[in-house]
């Protein structure tokens, strides 16, 4: 630990600053962090180790997909800048699970990579509140408090030494690092950058819990050299609503000229070139030590945990549009580089590719997140934040989603101002974080749909009717988007009860309208909402016969359906909100004796006391506390209720 005495004692350290915040690395998460904070009035100094490298999509250079759209649309909702950046950088645009329900429609852009990268390098740089440097932080500096350590400032390698009063840590894969090819070690980040040295040392030596966690990414091949005529194209979807909402009610929809992706299958042949240097494999003779994700495992792994699968897809995507570089999703592998080459060639239309960078594997330090609270703070520093891979998740939609509250959640520790926690049944963004915080991780955790209980009500379109309000109440929305919401919100509803109120007689060109459109012709009058709840029906199907319709744009449009047609659906997902709110709402103090509550169970009383749940909600999710804990619990509120109801009587009458 470092502290300020000893920057006066040591020649090669030196006060090189003081900020409200440091953002410490500025990939997905700590650019969110750091304009949350600078959008908020603080002075906000944000380190890299690369500064041309801000915003690195080391992996597949696309923003979005299952679940991870939602994502990216609640942190534009919130005033986050990752969709608005995607929207200027897409190169391809698609609408993901369109012949499933709304409630899982899923937006996902490829990026030109380069290009995502430097526009936010410029955002940043063109920020009056945001200081950008390139430097390493190897030191945290604290001091004892009352409870908990409380953070005063970092250190970096060059010896400058910054007065802070919160940090946000965005460590990213770079924290003690090392890429992994067959028998080919190097202590390295990403792509081959340099890694970050004495740092998760540091937190360690705070008392925070260290975990160590690998991902991988696949191999890069020249387009020049691959045939993809003989592979299925992909082309985009020009009707795709932007990621950002500003951009969705100005009309602005994605390029209708669009670079198309591929997609092809593993052969038989792949499958033996795998098999026979199984051998050779760091994954299984012990040489990677980090958990991987199970969810986005290596081709090898595929394999050998799926012996009936005898193939497996990979898409052959594009990198950017100066660039001749594509990406083989789906087929990372940490196997010696001369078998990544026969393995390559075995694919149809790579026989011949030319392979521009090697797939590898990465391990990384990252934190145990049960050692934070909802809030991303650290329960053993307090001011300390942490977001995105360090808290044990993967993927840039997670870790942007993380950086912004946790920046958010740092500007309001420094203003005194309460902290903006969201629960699971308002967004993603609160699945994901309680998900961490409450149960942990034993591997990278990536977001999917099947984790939000609520997700009817969750859904990508409805991201801004969720979470505006609450970007501005913070704020980070402008007064002129939030008037633009406002009447974009007024506009729905407006138009649901123009429907409900619309009473159609039968006719013959409803009678064809209706027959056209597969659906039961009716013999009695119907409102137009009614028509509109049958599967077959579309808002766009009844113009001919709706004459009084106004003029809509299609967001609204869309937004006005999907709530017509699941309106029974809703009421049902509202109520069950109802109920998980009630015990979101029986907050529970961080003082509270578990050790001394008769009838929690032991495992309980452990799992409670090292994790000080923020309300009875959250203990119900830790793992080792039943439900029988929680009656237990509740009995002791209401115990506790009474018992101060009691005092304060006793008070009056005196």
């Not at 090189?16 to 650019?31: E, F, L």
């Not at 995502?116 to 390098?121: A, F, L």
């Not at 460590?171 to 992994?180: N, V």
């Not at 591997?443 to 609520?454: Q, V």
Request: proline content about 5%; aromatic content about 6%; overall charge negative.
């Amino acid at each position: 630990m470092g502290n300020w005495e000893q920057v006066k004692e040591n020649q090669s350290w030196y006060e090189a600053g003081t900020y409200d915040v440091a953002v410490i690395g500025a990939g997905h998460a700590g650019c969110e962090a750091a304009f949350a904070c600078a959008h908020l009035g603080l002075s906000t100094v944000l380190f890299t180790l690369h500064l041309d490298q801000l915003a690195n999509l080391p992996c597949n250079p696309s923003i979005g997909g299952t679940a991870k759209g939602q994502l990216v649309r609640e942190i534009d909702a919130l005033g986050g800048v990752m969709g608005e950046m995607a929207d200027l950088s897409a190169i391809q645009t698609r609408m993901l699970n369109r012949s499933k329900g709304p409630a899982v429609f899923s937006p996902r852009a490829q990026m030109d990579r380069a290009a995502y990268s430097r526009r936010m390098k410029e955002r940043i740089e063109n920020e009056e509140n945001i200081s950008l440097i390139q430097g390493e932080v190897v030191e945290l500096f604290w001091e004892e408090g009352e409870k908990r350590k409380v953070l005063t400032g970092v250190r970096t390698r060059s010896g400058a030494c910054y007065h802070v009063k919160a940090a946000v840590v965005c460590s990213g894969t770079y924290m003690e690092s090392r890429t992994i090819r067959g028998e080919v070690i190097v202590e390295s980040g990403p792509d081959g950058l340099s890694r970050s040295v004495g740092l998760s040392r540091s937190m360690a030596e705070a008392g925070i819990i260290m975990q160590r966690f690998k991902t991988g990414t696949p191999v890069r091949v020249n387009s020049r050299t691959v045939d993809t005529s003989v592979m299925e194209i992909q082309p985009g979807e020009p009707d795709m609503p932007p990621f950002s909402f500003e951009n969705e009610m100005e009309g602005k929809m994605p390029p209708k000229e669009q670079i198309p992706c591929y997609a092809v299958w593993t052969t038989e042949e792949t499958r033996k070139v795998i098999s026979e240097n199984m051998d050779r494999s760091p994954l299984y003779s012990g040489v990677i030590e980090g958990i991987g994700p199970r969810y986005c495992p290596s081709i090898e792994d595929k394999f050998m945990r799926f012996p009936d699968k005898s193939r497996h897809q990979i898409f052959v995507e594009p990198m950017g549009e100066e660039t001749r570089e594509l990406y083989l999703q789906g087929f990372s592998t940490s196997l010696p580089e001369d078998v990544q080459v026969q393995m390559v060639h075995s694919l149809p239309g790579l026989e011949k590719a030319h392979i521009q960078r090697a797939a590898y594997a990465i391990e990384y330090d990252c934190i145990d997140p049960t050692t934070a609270d909802l809030s991303l703070e650290s329960t053993f520093v307090s001011g300390l934040f942490t977001a995105g891979q360090i808290n044990g998740s993967s993927g840039y939609e997670e870790a942007a989603a993380q950086g912004l509250m946790a920046g958010i959640n740092a500007a309001m520790k420094v203003l005194g101002r309460e902290p903006v926690i969201l629960d699971r049944s308002q967004a993603y963004i609160g699945v994901l974080i309680d998900d961490l915080v409450t149960k942990g991780t034993q591997e990278p955790y990536r977001m999917m749909t099947s984790r939000a209980e609520y997700r009817i009500f969750l859904r990508q379109d409805n991201a801004d009717a969720r979470l505006t309000e609450i970007g501005h109440d913070i704020g980070l929305i402008s007064e002129e988007r939030y008037a633009a919401f406002t009447a974009k919100r007024k506009a729905i509803e407006e138009e649901k009860n123009r429907l409900r109120s619309t009473h159609l007689p039968p006719s013959e060109k409803l009678h064809a309208i209706l027959e056209k459109c597969g659906s039961t012709p009716t013999q009695s009058g119907i409102s137009l909402s009614e028509l509109i709840k049958r599967p077959e029906i579309h808002y766009r199907d009844l113009e001919p016969v709706d004459e009084k319709r106004p003029k809509l744009s299609d967001d609204v449009v869309f937004a006005v359906e999907v709530d017509i047609k699941y309106e029974g659906y809703l009421a049902l997902e509202e109520e069950r909100i109802r109920k998980f709110s009630n015990l979101e709402k029986k907050k529970l103090s961080p003082d509270i004796p578990y050790d001394q509550i008769s009838g929690l169970r032991l495992e309980a009383r452990s799992k409670l006391m090292q994790r000080k749940p923020m309300s009875l909600g959250q203990a119900s999710r830790i793992s080792g506390v039943s439900p029988a804990d929680i009656a237990v619990l509740l009995v002791y509120l209401e115990a506790k209720k009474r018992e101060e109801k009691e005092t304060d009587n006793g008070h009056g009458q005196e």
